[in-house]
């Protein structure tokens, strides 16, 4: 079983930054890939980020550019920088891990004031 904690939601003004955390613990496990999936009012949840354990990344579109993730596998955690940020970033954001099953994180709630 793996436990995933994460920290740094809140609320921006339009154009701000933050930085979101996810910490996996547990026990006798090994990650694959560690992301960021967000959930929007009235809509689907999305991938916006992911890092395998070898350091490979995928982006959503629409954060490409302005967000960077990043992990350190020596103490299971990813972060994500959030600049630029907009709007239309507002959302719950998910911390999702892999191994050989998925794990998801509660939420934190991220708010971007125009």
């Known amino acids: 079983q793996v436990q995933l904690v994460e920290s740094g939601g809140g609320l921006v003004q339009a154009g701000g930054s933050l930085k979101l955390t996810c910490a996996a613990s547990g026990r006798d496990f090994s990650i694959r890939t560690m992301g960021w999936y967000r959930q929007a009012p009235g809509k689907e949840r999305e991938l916006v980020a992911r890092i395998s354990s070898s350091g490979t990344t995928n982006y959503a579109d629409t954060v490409r550019a302005r967000f960077t993730i990043s992990s350190d596998n020596a103490k299971n955690t990813a972060l994500l920088q959030m600049n630029s940020m907009k709007p239309e970033d507002t959302a719950v954001y998910y911390c999702?891990?892999?191994?050989?099953?998925?794990?998801w994180g509660q939420g934190t709630q991220v708010t971007v004031s125009s």
């Open positions: 999702r891990v892999t191994t050989t099953t998925v794990y």
